[in-house]
């Protein structure tokens, strides 16, 4: 059958040129309708043992760096170790039942699978030591954690989602001042590289 693909008239290579367009349309609009949305966006998990950030980053106002430790140095935030809970559960709630056992994963060693919340492409990478140096407040992709009772993805997390940040294109104001302080917020041009190679191996 391939082999006689130089044989077709130049109206049989277009039909056909136009037969595989259609059903990669298909395909395509079938992916969209089974997963509406490949960023996960309001994607909120239940957690293994319930975490309220409301509480901890919110009525007791707990950094996020204390927990998230790393973020300042490094491309992740981490997901901290049952160990950065220990650190205050030794003492506080520690007869609490989910206190109890996140102290059993300490004694034994044992990491607390918890469900991963965001989630980038392998192909994509983001650096969140470049971003928080900067002095982007965790909100600016996050949404505002502390006051969540359960985590959920705010931000698309897309790649128009992000470049539309990057070139300053309807960005909140602390972004914006944190990215390029005195920029006209009418007009404030680009934030930061938007080239391929700032988020793609």
Request: aromatic letters at 6%.
């Amino acid at each position: 059958m391939l082999g006689n693909f130089g044989q077709l008239s130049v109206g049989q290579k277009i039909a056909g040129a136009l037969v595989a367009c259609l059903v990669l349309t298909l395909v395509g609009a079938g992916v969209v309708y089974v997963f509406p949305t490949a960023s996960n966006q309001g994607y909120a998990p239940e957690q293994p043992i319930p975490f309220s950030h409301k509480l901890h980053a919110g009525t007791h106002k707990i950094d996020c760096r204390y927990c998230h430790v790393g973020v300042t140095e490094s491309r992740h935030a981490t997901v901290p170790s049952v160990s950065v809970c220990m650190n205050c559960h030794r003492v506080v709630k520690a007869e609490s039942p989910w206190i109890q056992q996140i102290k059993k994963h300490y004694d034994e060693k044992k990491p607390i699978e918890w469900v991963r919340v965001h989630r980038l492409p392998d192909h994509a990478r983001f650096n969140h030591q470049a971003h928080v140096r900067k002095g982007l407040d965790c909100k600016a992709c996050h949404g505002d954690v502390g006051q969540m009772e359960k985590v959920r993805q705010v931000g698309a997390l897309s790649m128009g989602w992000c470049l539309q940040c990057h070139r300053g294109m309807d960005v909140s104001s602390s972004v914006l001042s944190a990215a390029k302080p005195g920029a006209d917020p009418a007009h404030p041009g680009e934030l930061a590289p938007y080239q391929c190679s700032t988020c793609h191996y």
